[in-house]
């Protein structure tokens, strides 16, 4: 009998842990358009995946109030089976995205979920062993690199936009703002900048990454369908968080973008990333901040807007050589209302980036395209982000362009004007013409190098003002076909215009003009 009773003991002993297993365990109080707020979890940490049990499975929800007695988190997903009531535990995990090569030419949305129909993105490979490696994760809010990290930005980034190219340049790791009304054809801008890439051989390739806040399906799909056309999709990865998805997505898009981007740029490579558009990211932010009942600020915006976007665009960077020399380089986007830029979330992002496109309606309408307003639109990095070819032909252009506006107001009140006037006027003219671009055609830079080289040193100056174009073309097309190799290809392997070079192109462009 006594055996029994010390085997049973036994039995209980080998049972027993030195310290009991605690869950830590806290409850819904409160649902509503994608927020819930919960009672306990006293130890969650902000940006922490929770996870809450309903009666259909587990939805995932991101901590983002931590109040004294409560927790305010947004749902990741949908939200209409969530009840007040239902269990919720914490992950001890912060909200991160999978990154990879992998994702190169694919659409996903800001969880890192595939959207393009194209089955799963990372298969789990095993090694030798048996083990197998699951890819690598980038949390979604990340430090910025530290100024002893970074390196001055003295690389271009080429867009194959004429007028940026030569007068607002951007360089790898900068953060140039695209900011207009509605339709002044800002995605159009960023579209070129990642077609040009295919451009753009005499430098490292570059990794693009196309970020939908808030834009319409059908949109996307046709900037997708437009990247296959051109065959660019094989080097850029799109996010969609499209308008018919919940604020969470639109609130998580650029974050899932900037990670997959640091992920190429920690490699030592170089990667693009274009928000389309803050605008709507903050209108996502102010309405999760008001079911969250944070006090409303200026414009009904939270105080800490311009924190979230500053935070959020200073991981733009150039990384030193020790870092490995990647590079990130930004392109948000921001809507005005009316050309008004002197609005909140206009005036924040100007205040954060280093330079602004500023496309004008006006412009537009009157047939410039790109509708880019040179005396407003600015690159703080300026010519130090461009090629010497570009540096030294360009260096007058933007003076001759402002000069041209400013002759062209006085003239339209002026019933006379003298003969250097009116020559001054026309060259400005013919070159507001050779600025002009259709949409989907970047040029590559060295070909601008040469028209601008053959416009600014009046050698088209016995073409008419609306031939300008058709001689542009012709012009590009007979250096292509008959200067490749002495002209093109030293200005696009060396990025410098030398004596050689230079006087190879003077004699091209004579034979042009005799012909």
């Known amino acids: 009998m006594s055996y029994e009773i010390i085997e049973k003991l036994k039995k209980e002993i080998e049972g027993f842990k030195d310290k009991p297993e605690w869950d830590e365990v806290g409850r819904v109080v409160e649902v509503g358009d994608g927020i819930v ?165 005499g430098r490292r390739p570059v990794v693009c990454i196309y970020v939908a806040i808030g834009q ?67 209108w996502a932010y102010r309405q999760i901040s008001l079911l969250l009942r944070r006090p409303p ?10 924190y979230l976007h500053s935070r959020l665009l200073e991981r733009a960077a150039r990384l030193s050589k020790e870092k490995g020399g990647g590079s990130l380089t930004a392109l948000p986007i921001v809507e005005t209302q009316l050309g008004d830029v002197t609005a909140y979330i206009p005036t924040n992002i100007i205040s954060i980036t280093d330079g602004q496109i500023y496309l004008e309606s006006d412009l537009f309408y009157q047939g410039q395209r790109p509708a880019l307003n040179v005396g407003i639109s600015v690159s703080r990095v300026g010519s130090s982000a461009q090629t010497k070819a570009m540096k030294k032909v360009a260096s007058r252009l933007k003076f001759a362009h402002a000069q041209f506006r400013e002759l062209q107001a006085f003239a339209q009140f002026a019933t006379d004007v003298d003969e250097t006037t009116r020559k001054r006027i026309l060259q400005g003219q013919k070159i507001n013409e050779a600025l002009k671009q259709d949409d989907l055609a970047p040029v590559p830079f060295e070909k601008q190098t040469a028209l601008f080289y053959a416009v600014l040193n009046n050698y088209f100056e016995n073409v008419a003002v609306e031939d300008i174009k058709k001689t542009e073309n012709a012009f590009l097309e007979y250096l292509e076909k008959f200067h490749e190799n002495d002209v093109l290809k030293p200005m696009r392997e060396t990025g410098a215009l030398d004596d050689a070079t230079e006087a190879k192109l003077k004699e091209a462009i004579t034979k042009f003009i005799e012909k």
């Open 216 to 282: 319409k399906e059908s949109k996307v799909v046709r900037i997708v369908e437009t990247l296959k056309k051109y065959d660019a999709l094989k080097y850029t990865i799109v996010i969609s968080a499209s308008a018919s998805t919940p604020a969470a997505q639109w609130y998580l898009a650029p974050y899932a973008g900037c990670a997959i981007g640091e992920y190429f740029r920690d490699k030592g490579q170089d990667a693009l990333i274009v928000y389309d558009d803050l605008s709507k990211h903050a």
């Open 297 to 306: 600020g200026r414009e009904a915006y939270p105080g800490d807007i311009f």
């Open 37 to 201: 707020k919960i009672l306990g979890l006293r130890n969650a940490v902000s940006q922490e995946i929770l996870t809450v049990e309903t009666a259909h499975g587990t939805r995932a929800a991101l901590a983002l109030n931590l109040e004294e007695e409560s927790i305010g988190a947004l749902i990741l997903g949908d939200f209409l089976a969530i009840e007040v009531g239902n269990t919720v535990k914490r992950t001890g995990e912060v909200l991160s995205i999978e990154v990879g090569d992998e994702l190169i030419g694919r659409v996903i949305d800001p969880l890192g979920n595939p959207v393009d129909g194209r089955g799963p993105i990372f298969k789990t490979a095993s090694s030798k062993d048996g083990a197998s490696h699951k890819p690598q994760r980038n949390p979604l809010e990340a430090r910025a690199p530290s100024v002893l990290e970074r390196e001055s930005v003295n690389v271009p980034l080429h867009t194959g936009i004429k007028a940026i190219d030569a007068m607002i340049p951007i360089g790898r790791g900068q953060r140039e703002l695209i900011i207009g009304d509605r339709q002044t054809g800002k995605t159009a801008v960023a579209l070129d900048a990642i077609l040009n890439q295919l451009n753009d051989k």
